[in-house]
């Protein structure tokens, strides 16, 4: 059975349809050498310089994605327990600062690093990728319900605490139903500390917050409870050039816990099932109600807003300013545009269109233990596991946290994320037969994965079609 043994020869296909087929290696560029900005030279796209700066190796895929079209790309990550995430994939560097001067675009991958972000644009830099204003959107929960809710969204009732014990007290004398939101930056593995109560009582929440209020205090300091909606979860995002949004839009539909069904932890999210289009009612009530502050902000790069919606409204749940994961892979699978033209062209806050597929993309991620928790002694166990493919085709394949090893993929860092498998069709059961299809052709000792990504879709664009929210 084939093994991926080098980048060269598993090139993608819209790599060579859209990018120069050019193979993963990428060279070296000198520290201090300026970049050229991106600009058109003899009328023929330059090769560009990408950095990558992460707090725990996200974007990986993105800038391998670069390095196949020809790009030259440098990674830095903070978290040294994904030293060897990506390694034979992308060159990655010691200290990012080295190289910001020899980069054209800096691509910042998470929310965190807003105030950094903002004194390179102001240098000259062209960034993609947070600011001050867009992190505190998504870290500062009491914030960001509050500047929906100012811009004229239709916002839940919601709380905000510091103190568990003023929080129990709340919902003893406010018996309802709540969903239990940590505030503030919360890394990965720690975003499954979320609750969603299932009792009108409250009694449930109560339990489990007296049982965990010690714990979770050492965590999480901020927190919110938040009045439960019933209805369909359902995102809209897209691309912001500075100053106006990317067409088209980006319709999601997420599913965040470990197994299938909505059953387990939360995870971040296991899959999405994605389609392209215009502008819908569910952007006008929210998404585009937010254009005027993200333009003040100057803010380039990707947002999203996940809602919950029924007969009566739409209702914003939590912004997210920054790319998804694993929804940039999924966006990959659709995207025609080569990564280097509309990374670039956002960077410059140009205006264009991204030439996408017709149809829909699903993801599904791939994990191995210790997965969705870290684990070094587990981890360990599977980075001696090589990942092979039986049929050398690797697209839809995207990166997770995985390393090349003597010519062979094997899993990296300590938390079991290994891949992303995308595939797409005119119809939802054509995409979710293509990945995974393709998720067959892996090898994997003891993977898993969810089986049921976009198979809500038919009764949960009925109830948004019923509702007139999809167009």
Request: aromatic residues 12%; charged residues 25%.
């Amino acid at each position: 059975m084939p093994r991926a043994s080098s980048l060269t020869g598993f090139t993608m296909a819209n790599e060579i349809k859209n990018g120069n087929g050019a193979s993963g290696s990428s060279h070296n560029g000198q520290n201090g050498q300026n970049g050229n900005n991106g600009a058109i030279q003899n009328g023929e796209k330059p090769r560009l310089k990408f950095l990558f700066i992460s707090w725990e190796s996200l974007s990986g895929d993105v800038a391998w994605r670069l390095t196949q079209e020809g790009h030259e790309v440098k990674y830095w990550s903070k978290d040294s327990d994904d030293a060897d995430v990506y390694i034979g994939f992308v060159e990655k560097v010691e200290r990012w600062e080295d190289h910001k001067d020899w980069a054209d675009v800096i691509v910042f991958d998470d929310t965190g690093f807003g105030k950094i972000a903002d004194a390179l644009r102001r240098s000259g830099k062209l960034v993609v990728g947070g600011n001050e204003y867009t992190d505190r959107l998504e870290e500062d929960r009491e914030f960001g319900q509050a500047e929906m809710k100012r811009v004229g969204m239709t916002v839940l009732p919601h709380w905000d605490f510091s103190d568990f014990e003023e929080a129990i007290r709340f919902i003893k004398e406010n018996p309802g139903r709540y969903v239990f939101k940590p505030s503030g930056s919360v890394l990965t593995d720690q975003k499954g500390i979320l609750f969603i109560g299932q009792e009108d009582s409250g009694a449930d929440l109560l339990e489990v917050l007296e049982h965990n209020k010690n714990t979770w205090a050492k965590k999480i300091k901020r927190f919110q409870l938040q009045k439960f909606a019933n209805g369909v979860e359902v995102a809209v995002g897209a691309f912001f050039n500075g100053k106006d949004f990317i067409r088209p839009l980006c319709v999601n539909f997420e599913h965040k816990k470990l197994f299938p069904g909505e059953i387990g932890p939360y995870t971040g999210e296991m899959g999405t099932l994605v389609y392209w289009g215009e502008p819908n009612k569910i952007f006008s009530m929210t998404l585009e109600k937010l254009k005027p502050a993200l333009a003040e902000s100057g803010y380039i790069g990707y947002v999203d807003i996940n809602c919950v919606a029924n007969n009566n409204g739409i209702y914003p749940l939590e912004i997210t300013a920054r790319l998804g994961y694993p929804i940039i892979y999924i966006q990959l699978e659709g995207i025609l545009t080569t990564a280097g033209e509309w990374l670039s062209k956002l960077a410059r806050g140009e205006s264009f269109e991204l030439r996408v597929k017709k149809g829909f993309q699903v993801g599904v991620v791939v994990a191995v233990p210790p997965f969705p928790y870290h684990d070094r002694r587990e981890a360990d166990i599977y980075h001696d596991l090589s990942i092979v493919f039986r049929k050398p085709n690797l697209e839809g394949v995207h990166l997770g946290k995985v390393k090349i090893v003597e010519g062979e993929w094997h899993p990296a860092g300590e938390s079991g994320y290994a891949l992303v498998v995308t595939g797409s069709g005119t119809t939802v059961a054509e995409a979710r037969k293509m990945a995974y299809n393709r998720i067959d052709n892996i090898i994997l000792q003891n993977k898993f994965y969810r089986t049921d990504i976009g198979i809500r879709w038919n009764t949960d664009s009925d109830k948004l079609q019923s509702w007139g929210y999809l167009y």
